[in-house]
């Protein structure tokens, strides 16, 4: 079972920038996805990102493309999320998870059977 920590969130002004880091304690290469949800306060968790393992694809909720960037880092089993031109709906709390199975809901929280513990983002206007 790979253990995931997030870290990298923190308070920012509106417009501003902030990278998360999702560090993995084993190999993610087996897994099928790794993905960043997001949950808001009385809101369900969302997805906002992932990356394919196999080949590196990548996915994006409607309301961060454009502005967010997923990418990875084999040699130190890590997958960032860099998100630019932050707003105040963005304010959440930010989960790393890991695919192990298969699974068409790779933007869903269904989907992730392997979690981090979240880092919370605010995002100030």
């Known amino acids: 079972q790979v253990q995931l920590v997030e870290s990298g969130g923190g308070l920012v002004q509106s417009g501003g920038s902030l990278r998360l880091s999702c560090a993995a304690s084993?190999?993610?290469?087996?897994?099928?996805?790794i993905g960043w949800f997001r949950q808001g306060p009385g809101k369900e968790r969302e997805g906002v990102s992932c990356?394919?393992?196999?080949?590196?694809?990548?996915y994006y909720a409607d309301s961060v493309k454009g502005r967010f960037t997923i990418s990875r880092d084999n040699a130190k089993n890590t997958v960032y999320l860099q998100m630019n031109d932050l707003k105040s709906e963005d304010t959440a709390v930010y989960y790393c998870?890991?695919?192990?199975?298969?699974?068409?809901?790779?933007?869903?929280?269904?989907?992730?059977?392997?979690w981090g513990q979240g880092t919370q983002v605010t995002v100030s206007s």
């Open positions: 084993g190999f993610t290469f087996d897994r099928y996805y």
């Open positions: 998870a890991a695919a192990s199975k298969p699974t068409t809901y790779y933007m869903h929280p269904e989907g992730y059977d392997e």
């Open positions: 990356i394919k393992s196999s080949d590196g694809s990548t």
